[in-house]
């Protein structure tokens, strides 16, 4: 029996018992499950990295819980636009996604881009134009307009000081707001990783501001001989240190396990102020969630275990 | 006396003699010289390799002769549409912007998003309400509109069969355009190093595509520890390769010289049937300029040098 698995994030921040009810607790740890069960049992059944890794994110992106697809967070001008990437670690192929606002499912546009494109990365009107002429699910704008987002909002902008350089605030960090980024990374029975990573961005983000999400290496990266990664926090940082490339190039050319080079990965992010996590899958199936911040939405499911793992908070 | 030094690209492609006229030729190495010198001339009086990378940029960017500022490609739309990138070695810090229609020297866009803002790539409108706000040189879009550029298009157009996915030409491949992108990597004399990009992308683009040039790693990366490094060529194969960064984590983990770090991101390329060539400079001064294509409009000027080296065949 080949070795497969899945594993998925929902953002990491200062995600802290006090701040989540039971009740929220308890639907995410739900969607959570739903999410990596879905990519699982594409694998189970022979499927590949890649359907798995979109199905697990189409799953999150469908819930209002997590800052991608239905739940993105609003940016300053109260619209909604939305990141993605995903990869191919046996081609090194990749599909990438930035300022889409009419997409429903960021991530099948990036898969879509991957397979019909001979580009990598497109972005606003002529990204949806691209989505429009493959017939991929286009919704209205109001689709992304939840309530709770829209409130974020406005306590962000209340807060705010009459400067120039109003701060963007990341969806994890403001007070009622805990959670980013989705991501997942699979490994399947051929041997093929992939990762993939969709995100709304940042709560009352300017200036059309694009993250690391849609950025190959920084939000994402994968490759066979190495890992798949997908990355969730503070972007800026991680495009500076280009993390998921970081740690395949630790496995690759330090030849580091796959614990040590992620583990390694956040201790430079610290390192430079920055804040998140990253889930990590590589050739061998092993599995790393490693974080510099007191909570990150995750679970991983390997084959043998009967059960997938749902996790939030650091220290369980 | 400390070491210092800068090497320049104004792109990599099948540019070869016969396709240059003497005229046209000159031009190319005089522009390119005068670049190099402006940069050249910062360090040489201490001044920083940021500086010196920009001002060399500026001076590629307001020439007719690359693609780049005035002289950038059109997209299918008959619209330019820039990418850049800078990155500071000593602090990792970057700045980017994409999709840019209105500023004149895209360079200095990239600069300001690097000091002047908390996100690292601003796009598009966003990005131009951001310049303006910094004061930023303004341009109408008939400045981008030059013949030569032009008439480039409407050759590509004209080639054009009746499918959906009609191809975009690198600058440098089409018939009557041999050059890309254009790009600096300095090390100063206080031992900081540092990498910029600029680019219009490639005639006939679709979809708002966006390259390799504003992505951190892949077309730009600069880390005191290593080297700065600039890509030129196909894009879309530099993003999968985060080609910049893996030089540098070549050197990094596995002990490289840079020459050797750059030739094997080189070899990479071919093998994934990529195209294109890249300039780097480490953290002793030394330079390498290696391509896997018959041209690259190129130079390098060292301390201790009476002359700045310009090149732009692959066998000069």
Known sequence: MNNFGIAIHGGAGTIVRKKLT????????AVLRQSIVSGYDILKVGGSSLDA??????VMEDSELFNAGKGAVFTHDETNEMDCSIMCGKTLECGAGTLLRHVKNPIIFARTVMEKSEHVLLASDGAEQFAKLHNLEIVDPKYFHTKRRWFQLQVVK????????TRAI???DGDNSKHGTVGAVALDKNGNLAAATSSGGMTNKRYNRIGDTPMIGAGTYADNRTCAVSTTGHGEYFMRLVTAKDVSDLMSYKNMSLKDAS?????KLSA???SGGLIAIDKNGNITMPMNTPGMYRA??????????VKIFVEE
Chains 1, 2 share one sequence.
Do not use: M, W
Request: hydrophobic share 25%; charged share 35%; proline share 5%.
């Open 263 to 267: 583990n390694e990965a956040i201790k």
């Open 158 to 165: 209340e807060k705010e000081t009459e400067t120039e350089t």
């Open 272 to 274: 430079i102020d920055g």
């Open 300 to 309: 991983s499911f390997s084959n043998g275990k009967q059960e997938p793992l």
């Open 53 to 58: 890794v979109q199905s697990a994110i189409v």
């Open 170 to 172: 990341l969806d994890h």
């Open 22 to 29: 039971p009740k929220l607790e308890k639907e995410y740890r």
